[in-house]
């Protein structure tokens, strides 16, 4: 390994290298601020300096600097003498590298190559860059290497401590003596009960414990304060049909509250490399992507897939549609750590990976995504949406195309939640209306969903035969914009053509706009109105429309009760047995309207 040069009295360990770290490292500064921390880097460094705990966890949405604010803290506390040795652990290989790369700028010199067999940190190096996996193998060697300094061990993307009970053990066997602990995460839940090591945990007011954040910075303040760029969903629906592990034939639309197992069959169905529908989704990504650049040359695509097969032909396909050559992420290729800088150093259109770009990898110019794995879990969902929202100068939005699924639909509605991490779980009723309706059940279906997809690939009699694929609706900051639009029409290329600079109240705007044009040209192919200038307003909202048939129906339930003696609850149930569907506060208005029709014919034989 090359030697480095010792460090001279002039650059003796303190502060200043750090005062001249970007706070948007690498290559992201903000307008007009590189030479100044960011108002909650300050003030996220205040309230650690207030009392200076053993322990500090600080939960940051991806993009906001995470990397800048525990660098400058490592820095500071060198400084000050409080420690000698800087421990960083992240999740995967890549990123010691890109720790180790902002270390240098902040004058903090950490080992990434660093191996278990060397069984020592060489002068030179303040400290090393780790990944979890790493620690839990030797935890005795590294609890060793922190008694032998006063060491900052930084624990990046911290819920990885959890995994597995053996992780946890580990991380705790090998950090517990550590003179200060910082955890560091984008996504301060986990979708499981694992406890995370060195986060504490209190019960809240139903008395499930949940973590205690030291410093917390959610994506909705960081929107506001132009850190992170705007998130566009771009939904798409269409008609899916396969065969099933007993040979029967089986057809849904995405989007219509299905039951969990046919949700899950028909989302696969659609990200079938074979099926129309990705082929449709990966069009309009690449038309999205090539109107984006307009305004941003260098803007990047990533579509995230399942596994290394769909991940190969997604990249195929996108070559084809693009014209250009095509970046593809696996995990098992040594080269995959180099492609990702590549990418990301460079100005090409477009990289395909599984998981390995999901999670704190920086591709600032990533601008347009595809959401093309089955993973549903929210944990999964925020990190790898948090991929896209790294922004490098005011006006810049993020694109990302998703399926209509009812997981997917409601983790993208809450993109600006903020969680905590439960320990206990409440048991959720899975009666009428509560299976998709709880948070706490969302999450359990989720995880089923992909139980039950790893099952179906085991089954080789399962069979993906058709699928199409419309635009179906954009999702932004907690509306829905637009509506059913043929691939390739006017109303499709309406949505998928905004400009890549707009400030949020701009985006919502012109999504406005585009839905009320989109409504007189529907309104004109209907003959409802010959002249589009005569439709002036737009449709009603979809919340509205939904409310307004859940109350109908719900007195038309009433209403047959009187007359039929049968309680509400049985009434519902056997609607949903004859017109099928979920309980009622999930399912469409196409299927509450059937439930209305049986009950009005039924009231009218009364």
């Known amino acids: 390994m090359e030697e480095l040069p010792e460090l001279g009295a002039e650059h003796a360990p303190g502060t200043h290298a750090a005062e001249h770290l970007s706070p948007a490292f690498p290559a992201r500064a903000p307008w007009g601020t590189a030479a100044n921390l960011r108002a909650w880097q300050e003030e996220a460094l205040t309230a650690y300096f207030h009392n200076e705990p053993r322990d500090f966890l600080a939960a940051a949405t991806p993009g906001a600097g995470k990397t800048t604010f525990a660098l400058r803290l490592a820095a500071e506390l060198r400084g000050r003498g409080t420690v000698d040795r800087i421990v960083v652990v992240a999740p995967t290989e890549h990123l010691k590298t890109q720790w180790a790369n902002a270390a240098s700028r902040a004058g903090i010199r950490l080992n990434p190559y660093f191996k278990n067999s060397d069984g020592y940190i060489t002068r030179p190096y303040h400290g090393v860059a780790l990944t979890y996996a790493q620690v839990i193998m030797k935890p005795d060697l590294h609890r060793r290497l922190v008694m032998e300094k006063k060491t900052l061990v930084i624990l990046d993307e911290v ?237 810049e939005t993020a694109s990302v195309f998703i399926p209509n699924v009812p997981t997917l639909m409601a983790l993208a509605s809450e993109m600006e939640k903020e969680r905590d991490h439960a320990l206990d779980r409440q048991t959720a009723d899975d009666g009428e209306g509560n299976a998709w309706s709880e948070e706490d059940a969302m999450m359990a279906a989720a995880n089923k969903e992909e139980r039950a997809s790893d099952e179906l690939t085991r089954e080789f009699s399962f069979a993906a035969l058709e699928s199409d694929a419309h635009f179906d609706r954009a999702l932004f900051d907690g509306g829905e914009f637009g509506g059913y639009a043929d691939i390739d029409s006017e109303e499709e290329l309406d949505f998928i053509g905004l400009p890549g600079i707009l400030e949020p109240d701009q985006v919502k705007e012109l999504l406005m706009q585009r839905q009320t044009r989109q409504a007189k040209r529907s309104a004109v192919k209907q003959g409802k109105t010959e002249h589009p200038a005569e439709i002036s307003q737009a449709p009603e909202p979809l919340f509205r429309t939904l409310k307004e048939q859940r109350t109908l129906l719900n007195s038309l339930v009433g209403m047959y009760a009187k007359v039929s003696g049968e309680p509400h609850g049985m009434i519902h149930t056997e609607l949903r047995r004859m017109c099928g569907g979920p309980a009622v506060p999930q399912a469409s208005v196409t299927q509450l309207q059937a439930r209305i029709a049986v009950l009005r014919k039924r009231l009218g034989a009364h």
């Open 159 to 395: 819920h990885h401590g959890g995994d597995t009970l053996s992780w946890g053990d580990g991380i705790r066997e090998a950090f517990d003596r550590a003179e200060r602990r910082l955890s560091l995460t984008g996504t301060p839940f986990r979708s499981d009960t694992a406890p995370i090591p060195f986060v504490e945990y209190a019960p809240d007011k139903h008395g499930i414990r949940v973590s205690q954040t030291d410093y917390n910075y959610g994506y909705g303040r960081a929107l506001k304060d132009g850190i992170v760029r705007p998130v566009i969903f771009m939904v798409y629906a269409g008609l899916m049909r396969w065969q099933t592990s007993t040979g029967d034939e089986m057809s849904a639309r995405l989007g219509e509250g299905n039951t969990k197992d046919i949700t899950s069959q028909a989302w696969r169905t659609a990200l079938d490399p074979e099926g129309s529908w990705m082929s449709s989704v990966l069009n309009a990504a690449n038309k999205r992507l090539s109107e984006v650049r307009l305004s941003v040359p260098d803007a990047g695509g990533l579509v995230i897939a399942t596994d290394h097969a769909t991940a190969k032909a997604y990249a195929a396909m996108l070559q084809k549609i693009s014209g250009e050559p095509v970046a593809l992420i696996l995990s098992d290729d040594k080269q995959a750590s180099d492609n990702i800088d590549k990418f990301s150093e460079g100005d090409s259109r477009w990289m395909v990976a599984v998981r390995m770009v999901s999670e704190g990898v920086d591709v600032p110019r990533l601008s347009v995504g595809v959401y093309a794995t089955s993973s549903a879990t929210p944990l999964f969902f925020a990190q790898a949406i948090g991929r896209f929202v790294r922004s490098r100068r005011r006006g």
